[in-house]
Nanobody, 124 residues
Framework: VQLQASGGGLVQAGGSLRLSCAVS????????MGWFRQAPGKEREHVAS????????LYADSVKGRLTISRDNSENTVYLQMNSLIPGDTATYYC??????????????????WGKGTQVTVSS
């Protein structure tokens, strides 16, 4: 299984970005998925996660109401819509997948597959 995140960039505070995570090698319906981020000098932290069916979603408190996770199983892709961005959102964002038996997904130790990150920088 390969995961490829894309969509990062430089944006001003208050702006928006949409991250995508394309999954290849196996059908995405076999996995619960998540987004994590790591800021310089900090540990990687959970951002959002979604069950294979989309009927279970979790967010970190710091992003509730601003970031939205979704998935399109027909496209084998997971998304992270990021609105009202703040400088504190600056980080490298990673998508990850976990076997269906694992839920909830709020710690990196529960994830089975990782993609390379995409950088998000929010200027003030």
């Amino acid at each position: 299984v390969q995961l490829q995140a894309s969509g990062g960039g430089l944006v001003q505070a208050g702006g928006s970005l949409r991250l995508s995570c394309a999954v290849s090698g196996r059908n995405i319906v076999n996995y619960n998925m998540g987004w994590f981020r790591q800021a310089p000098g900090k540990e990687r932290e959970h951002v959002a996660s979604i069950k294979w069916s989309g009927d279970g979603i979790l967010y970190a408190d710091s992003v509730k109401g601003r970031l939205t996770i979704s998935r399109d199983n027909s496209e084998n892709t997971v998304y992270l819509q990021m609105n009202s961005l703040i400088p504190g959102d600056t980080a490298t964002y990673y998508c990850a997948g976990a076997w269906l038996s694992k839920w909830p997904l709020t710690t990196e130790g529960r994830m089975d597959y990782w993609g390379k990150g995409t950088q998000v920088t929010v200027s003030s």
